[in-house]
């Protein structure tokens, strides 16, 4: 069992910055994959971006590639989701999930929103 806890939201303009974060507790974050999910009212939530155990290949939505990085900090037990560039359309809520790693292709379970564990979400609110 772990819980995680995002952090950071808030407004910011078009074309400028802001990181968000997610703090888990219960557990060792190391032993999960991460991921960064939004979703807007009315519509699917969409995986942002994710990143392994081992860190190997992170994965970036279409939408925020070369603007976003995701990082994590086992230490810390932490996973940051750093944010440039930001459009109106980057407006969301944005989730922290957490997955145990299972067989299968490495996205499978992001890709469907099939996650053990969820955060609560943080607001982001992006003004034109």
């Known amino acids: 069992q772990v819980s995680l806890v995002e952090s950071g939201g808030g407004s910011v303009q078009a074309g400028g910055s802001l990181s968000v974060s997610c703090a888990a507790s219960?557990?060792?974050?190391?032993?999960?994959?991460m991921g960064w999910f939004r979703q807007v009212a009315g519509k699917e939530r969409e995986l942002v971006a994710a990143?392994?155990?081992?860190?190997?290949?992170?994965f970036y939505g279409d939408s925020v590639k070369g603007r976003f990085t995701i990082s994590r900090d086992n230490a810390k037990n932490t996973v940051l989701l750093q944010m440039s560039s930001l459009k109106a359309e980057d407006t969301a809520v944005y989730y922290c999930?957490?997955?145990?790693?299972?067989?299968?292709?490495?996205?499978?379970?992001?890709?469907?929103?099939?996650?053990?564990?969820w955060g609560q979400g943080t607001q982001v609110t992006v003004s034109s």
């Open positions: 999930a957490a997955d145990l790693p299972r067989p299968g292709p490495l996205w499978a379970r992001f890709l469907h929103g099939k996650m053990d564990y």
């Open positions: 219960g557990d060792a974050l190391s032993t999960y994959h």
């Open positions: 990143i392994s155990t081992g860190r190997e290949f992170p």
